[in-house]
């Protein structure tokens, strides 16, 4: 009798088992919040490939260039303007050589620029004081009618202040969960440039 009982204790364990293992596999690996936790292990351990995986960089980088030209072309400034007219006609360029600076960055290699194009994108990266920010944690991740938005917590040590960057997550071809767009890029180069650094 007792042998009857830990057999079905034994296999109701087993049970429990295989079902958090396929909850864990089919549901919580395909969820933007994993994918979320993964984008910042990846920051953590320096995993470029893991990183390119939750990341479309060409995407985010197109995106955060376009705000960043809107927002140039808009504040009144000849040279802001004339700014936004440069980022405009290289943007090809430039999403090419941010990609490339941010591989460099995984690999902790050299990010020193070598072309033109290279010096722009640096000048870009000072102006957006993205090489002053460190990933803090990500808060949460909602969903919404495109996917999901990631609340990501950053560090400005420029500022010495902390910012909430609101990151969109889509489902790309594969059905993967990956960051495409930073939602609020302008929200936060207004903040930089009231805090004195544009």
């Known amino acids: 009798m007792k042998q009857s009982l830990l057999k079905k204790i034994i ?40 990183f390119e995986e939750r990341v479309d960089l060409r995407k985010v980088y197109s995106s955060a260039l376009d705000d960043s030209a809107s927002m140039l072309a808009n504040d009144g400034k000849p040279d802001h303007r004339f700014a936004a007219a440069i980022i405009k006609s290289l943007k090809p360029q430039l999403i090419d050589e941010l990609i490339r600076q941010t591989e460099l960055k995984f690999q902790s290699g050299d990010t020193e620029p070598k072309s033109i194009t290279g010096k722009a994108a640096q000048t870009l990266t000072a102006y957006a004081g993205s090489s002053a920010l460190s990933l803090t944690g990500i808060l949460n991740v909602e969903n919404n009618d495109k996917g999901a938005v990631a609340n990501v917590k950053l560090h400005d040590k420029d500022l010495n202040k902390d910012f909430i960057w609101k990151v969109q997550l889509e489902k790309d071809i594969n059905g993967n969960w990956a960051a495409t767009k930073v939602l609020n890029v302008k929200e936060y180069l207004q903040e930089r440039e009231a805090a004195g650094k544009l």
């Open 11 to 50: 296999i109701a364990v087993i049970v429990i088992l295989a079902a958090a293992a396929g909850w864990y596999f089919f549901y919580w690996k395909n969820t933007p919040a994993y994918a979320a936790g993964e984008i910042q292990q990846a920051v953590q351990h320096k995993d470029l490939q893991l």
